[in-house]
Protein backbone atom coordinates (compact mmCIF):
# COMPACT_ATOMS: atom_id res chain seq x y z
CA UNK A 1 0.00 0.00 0.00
CA UNK A 2 1.00 3.50 -1.04
CA UNK A 3 -0.82 5.13 2.24
CA UNK A 4 -0.43 9.00 2.36
CA UNK A 5 0.68 9.97 -0.80
CA UNK A 6 1.22 13.95 -1.63
CA UNK A 7 2.09 16.19 -4.76
CA UNK A 8 4.00 17.80 -5.29
CA UNK A 9 6.78 17.65 -3.22
CA UNK A 10 8.25 20.53 -3.83
CA UNK A 11 7.38 24.06 -5.10
CA UNK A 12 8.31 27.67 -5.38
CA UNK A 13 6.07 29.95 -5.84
CA UNK A 14 6.10 34.33 -6.59
CA UNK A 15 3.66 35.94 -4.46
CA UNK A 16 0.00 36.31 -5.25
CA UNK A 17 0.82 32.78 -7.56
CA UNK A 18 -1.68 29.91 -6.83
CA UNK A 19 -1.37 26.38 -6.49
CA UNK A 20 -3.15 23.36 -4.84
CA UNK A 21 -1.39 20.77 -3.07
CA UNK A 22 -2.90 17.00 -3.51
CA UNK A 23 -3.01 14.59 -0.93
CA UNK A 24 -4.04 10.85 -2.06
CA UNK A 25 -4.65 8.07 0.64
CA UNK A 26 -5.61 4.25 -0.08
CA UNK A 27 -6.79 3.15 3.33
CA UNK A 28 -10.07 4.31 2.95
CA UNK A 29 -9.84 6.47 5.79
CA UNK A 30 -13.01 9.05 6.68
CA UNK A 31 -10.97 11.46 8.16
CA UNK A 32 -8.11 13.46 6.45
CA UNK A 33 -6.40 16.69 7.39
CA UNK A 34 -3.79 19.30 6.47
CA UNK A 35 -1.22 20.60 8.96
CA UNK A 36 1.29 23.04 8.45
CA UNK A 37 5.03 22.47 9.98
CA UNK A 38 7.04 25.87 10.92
CA UNK A 39 10.33 25.66 12.62
CA UNK A 40 9.43 25.83 16.68
CA UNK A 41 6.01 25.68 16.29
CA UNK A 42 5.18 21.97 15.98
CA UNK A 43 2.54 20.85 13.18
CA UNK A 44 -0.84 23.03 13.16
CA UNK A 45 -4.09 22.07 11.67
CA UNK A 46 -5.04 23.91 8.92
CA UNK A 47 -8.50 22.05 7.86
CA UNK A 48 -9.49 18.74 8.06
CA UNK A 49 -12.29 16.71 6.72
CA UNK A 50 -14.90 13.93 8.14
CA UNK A 51 -15.79 12.58 5.17
CA UNK A 52 -16.37 12.95 1.47
CA UNK A 53 -17.95 16.23 0.55
CA UNK A 54 -17.23 17.93 4.20
CA UNK A 55 -14.54 20.00 5.40
CA UNK A 56 -14.07 22.15 8.19
CA UNK A 57 -11.48 24.94 9.34
CA UNK A 58 -8.70 24.18 11.93
CA UNK A 59 -6.19 26.30 13.96
CA UNK A 60 -5.14 28.22 11.02
CA UNK A 61 -7.31 28.18 7.92
CA UNK A 62 -6.84 31.77 6.76
CA UNK A 63 -5.52 32.46 2.93
CA UNK A 64 -6.00 28.57 2.19
CA UNK A 65 -9.29 26.37 0.62
CA UNK A 66 -9.93 22.78 0.75
CA UNK A 67 -11.76 20.63 -1.12
CA UNK A 68 -13.07 16.75 -0.40
CA UNK A 69 -14.95 15.47 -3.63
CA UNK A 70 -13.71 11.95 -3.27
CA UNK A 71 -13.07 10.09 -0.24
CA UNK A 72 -9.53 9.21 -1.17
CA UNK A 73 -8.43 12.84 -2.28
CA UNK A 74 -8.40 15.88 -0.22
CA UNK A 75 -6.98 19.07 -1.95
CA UNK A 76 -5.39 22.27 -0.32
CA UNK A 77 -5.59 25.32 -2.41
CA UNK A 78 -3.38 28.30 -1.87
CA UNK A 79 -4.81 31.16 -4.25
CA UNK A 80 -2.81 34.24 -3.65
CA UNK A 81 0.22 32.85 -2.50
CA UNK A 82 2.11 34.35 0.22
CA UNK A 83 6.16 34.21 2.03
CA UNK A 84 4.17 33.74 5.21
CA UNK A 85 2.73 30.68 3.54
CA UNK A 86 6.57 29.06 3.56
CA UNK A 87 6.42 25.91 5.07
CA UNK A 88 6.43 22.23 5.14
CA UNK A 89 2.59 21.04 4.69
CA UNK A 90 1.79 17.42 5.49
CA UNK A 91 -1.56 15.33 4.84
CA UNK A 92 -3.02 13.09 7.50
CA UNK A 93 -5.82 10.53 7.28
CA UNK A 94 -7.18 8.34 10.28
CA UNK A 95 -10.01 6.11 9.99
CA UNK A 96 -11.36 6.56 13.48
CA UNK A 97 -12.01 10.13 14.89
CA UNK A 98 -9.69 9.07 17.49
CA UNK A 99 -7.59 6.93 15.93
CA UNK A 100 -3.82 7.57 14.97
CA UNK A 101 -3.12 9.82 12.11
CA UNK A 102 -0.99 8.54 9.41
CA UNK A 103 0.75 11.41 7.15
CA UNK A 104 2.13 11.66 4.37
CA UNK A 105 6.22 12.69 3.20
CA UNK A 106 5.15 16.64 3.12
CA UNK A 107 5.03 19.13 0.71
CA UNK A 108 7.54 21.92 0.31
CA UNK A 109 6.48 25.56 -0.21
CA UNK A 110 8.58 28.13 -0.60
CA UNK A 111 7.03 31.94 -1.59
CA UNK A 112 9.38 34.85 -3.19
CA UNK B 1 -8.56 25.18 26.20
CA UNK B 2 -6.89 21.89 25.79
CA UNK B 3 -2.99 22.10 25.19
CA UNK B 4 0.45 19.76 24.63
CA UNK B 5 3.69 21.46 26.29
CA UNK B 6 7.26 19.47 25.74
CA UNK B 7 9.13 21.80 27.95
CA UNK B 8 12.66 20.01 26.37
CA UNK B 9 13.39 22.00 22.53
CA UNK B 10 16.42 19.00 22.77
CA UNK B 11 18.01 15.86 24.63
CA UNK B 12 20.82 14.43 24.33
CA UNK B 13 21.71 11.06 24.85
CA UNK B 14 24.76 8.34 24.86
CA UNK B 15 23.83 5.49 22.88
CA UNK B 16 22.89 2.82 25.25
CA UNK B 17 21.64 4.58 28.09
CA UNK B 18 18.17 5.47 29.11
CA UNK B 19 16.44 8.01 27.34
CA UNK B 20 13.00 10.20 28.35
CA UNK B 21 11.26 12.69 26.23
CA UNK B 22 9.07 14.85 28.99
CA UNK B 23 5.56 15.41 27.39
CA UNK B 24 2.59 17.39 29.68
CA UNK B 25 -0.81 17.96 28.66
CA UNK B 26 -3.55 20.69 29.58
CA UNK B 27 -7.14 18.81 28.88
CA UNK B 28 -10.60 18.69 31.10
CA UNK B 29 -11.43 15.16 31.47
CA UNK B 30 -9.38 12.08 30.63
CA UNK B 31 -7.37 12.50 26.99
CA UNK B 32 -6.34 10.14 24.49
CA UNK B 33 -2.34 10.93 24.31
CA UNK B 34 -0.09 10.26 21.40
CA UNK B 35 3.69 10.00 20.54
CA UNK B 36 4.83 10.48 17.04
CA UNK B 37 8.24 10.25 15.47
CA UNK B 38 9.90 12.49 12.24
CA UNK B 39 12.85 11.05 10.56
CA UNK B 40 15.04 14.25 8.87
CA UNK B 41 13.12 14.96 5.62
CA UNK B 42 10.05 12.27 6.03
CA UNK B 43 6.29 12.81 7.74
CA UNK B 44 5.37 11.75 10.96
CA UNK B 45 5.17 8.05 12.22
CA UNK B 46 2.71 6.70 14.82
CA UNK B 47 4.81 5.58 17.96
CA UNK B 48 2.21 4.68 20.14
CA UNK B 49 -1.23 5.96 22.22
CA UNK B 50 -2.50 5.81 25.42
CA UNK B 51 -6.55 5.72 25.64
CA UNK B 52 -7.24 4.32 29.02
CA UNK B 53 -5.79 0.93 30.80
CA UNK B 54 -2.47 0.23 32.23
CA UNK B 55 -0.46 3.39 32.45
CA UNK B 56 2.22 2.29 30.99
CA UNK B 57 1.98 1.97 27.12
CA UNK B 58 4.68 0.01 25.01
CA UNK B 59 4.79 1.11 21.30
CA UNK B 60 7.47 0.89 18.52
CA UNK B 61 10.73 0.35 18.55
CA UNK B 62 11.36 -0.10 21.84
CA UNK B 63 9.66 2.61 23.18
CA UNK B 64 7.06 3.01 26.17
CA UNK B 65 5.10 5.84 27.60
CA UNK B 66 3.69 6.22 31.06
CA UNK B 67 0.61 7.97 32.33
CA UNK B 68 0.70 10.27 35.32
CA UNK B 69 -2.93 11.86 35.14
CA UNK B 70 -1.72 13.14 38.44
CA UNK B 71 0.91 15.18 37.21
CA UNK B 72 -1.21 15.52 33.64
CA UNK B 73 2.38 13.75 31.62
CA UNK B 74 3.21 11.57 29.71
CA UNK B 75 6.86 11.05 29.28
CA UNK B 76 8.26 9.03 26.68
CA UNK B 77 10.75 6.29 27.47
CA UNK B 78 13.48 3.93 26.10
CA UNK B 79 15.67 1.64 28.05
CA UNK B 80 18.66 1.93 25.89
CA UNK B 81 18.97 4.52 23.18
CA UNK B 82 20.31 3.67 19.42
CA UNK B 83 21.95 6.75 17.58
CA UNK B 84 18.77 5.41 15.22
CA UNK B 85 16.56 6.66 17.60
CA UNK B 86 17.62 10.25 16.40
CA UNK B 87 14.78 12.38 15.30
CA UNK B 88 11.92 14.97 16.21
CA UNK B 89 9.05 13.66 18.67
CA UNK B 90 6.16 15.03 18.92
CA UNK B 91 3.80 14.52 21.78
CA UNK B 92 -0.21 14.99 21.07
CA UNK B 93 -3.09 15.33 22.63
CA UNK B 94 -7.16 15.07 22.12
CA UNK B 95 -9.61 15.76 23.86
CA UNK B 96 -12.27 12.08 23.82
CA UNK B 97 -15.03 14.33 24.70
CA UNK B 98 -15.25 16.09 21.23
CA UNK B 99 -16.02 13.76 17.97
CA UNK B 100 -15.54 15.43 14.63
CA UNK B 101 -15.53 18.60 15.44
CA UNK B 102 -12.04 21.22 15.77
CA UNK B 103 -12.41 20.32 19.34
CA UNK B 104 -11.59 16.66 18.39
CA UNK B 105 -8.62 17.09 16.97
CA UNK B 106 -5.22 16.33 17.30
CA UNK B 107 -2.96 19.54 19.50
CA UNK B 108 0.39 18.55 19.05
CA UNK B 109 3.32 19.60 21.10
CA UNK B 110 6.39 21.95 19.35
CA UNK B 111 8.67 18.62 19.06
CA UNK B 112 11.81 17.60 20.75
CA UNK B 113 14.73 16.73 19.00
CA UNK B 114 16.53 14.02 20.22
CA UNK B 115 20.21 13.09 19.79
CA UNK B 116 21.75 10.04 20.38
CA UNK B 117 25.70 10.37 20.22
CA UNK B 118 27.83 6.85 19.91
Known amino acids: NAGVTQTPKFRVLKTGQSMTLLCAQD?????MYWYRQDPGMGLRLIHY???????AKGEVPDGYNVSRLKKQNFLLGLESAAPSQTSVYFC???????????FGEGSRLTVL | AQSVAQPEDQVNVAEGNPLTVKCTYS??????LFWYVQYPNRGLQFLLK??????LVKGSYGFEAEFNKSQTSFHLKKPSALVSDSALYFC????????????????FGKGTKLSVKP
Open chain 1, 92 to 102: ASSYFSTGELF
Open chain 2, 92 to 107: AVRDPRSYGGSQGNLI
Open chain 2, 27 to 32: VSGNPY
Open chain 1, 49 to 55: SVGEGTT
Open chain 1, 27 to 31: MNHEY
Open chain 2, 50 to 55: YITGDN
